[in-house]
């Protein structure tokens, strides 16, 4: 059974904060104008216009964003501890987010550091029963990176 660590959660919220700025917005902007489209000579394709190079995310990715959401959706109770995880993940200093949530920098630390470390407890307390809690040991398998 492997176990989960600190950086494990650490590292998920940071890929799912870096994966959530590759989706596609919720809303697709509405075209105010129809041009029709006309194919363009090959040797002016890349001279006038810039290329818009879109990184998408991959299934994987995906999927452990979802993981991510989910585990804040379930185990943290509060809105702005959820709030706080993922501000962090998305790395605002310390400063930043003790002036947002009007505490010191290091009392907001402090908080983080509590609300992972409850997080990690709970998913090791959810591993100690694997009939219980098959889909969070599965959930538990695909937030440990194996190295090698």
Request: proline share 5%; net charge positive; aromatic share 10%.
């Amino acid at each position: 059974m492997p176990k989960i660590e600190f950086q494990d959660i650490v590292n998920l919220y940071e890929e799912a904060a870096r994966t959530d700025r590759r989706l596609p917005p919720a809303y697709v902007k509405q075209k105010t104008t129809a041009w029709v489209d006309y194919r363009q000579e090959k040797m002016y394709q890349h001279s006038y216009h810039k290329t818009e190079l879109k990184i998408v995310p991959s299934p994987r990715q995906v999927e452990r964003w979802w993981i991510a959401s989910e585990l804040l959706r379930i185990f943290i109770d509060e809105c702005d501890m959820r709030k706080l995880i993922w501000a962090r993940a998305k790395k605002i200093p310390f400063t930043k987010l003790g002036r947002i949530f009007g505490y010191s920098r290091h009392k907001i630390k402090q908080k983080w550091l509590e609300e992972v470390a409850f997080l990690r407890l709970c998913l090791q307390l959810a591993q100690t029963d694997p009939k219980k809690n098959k889909k969070i040991i599965s959930i538990i398998d695909k937030i440990i990176i194996r190295k090698g």
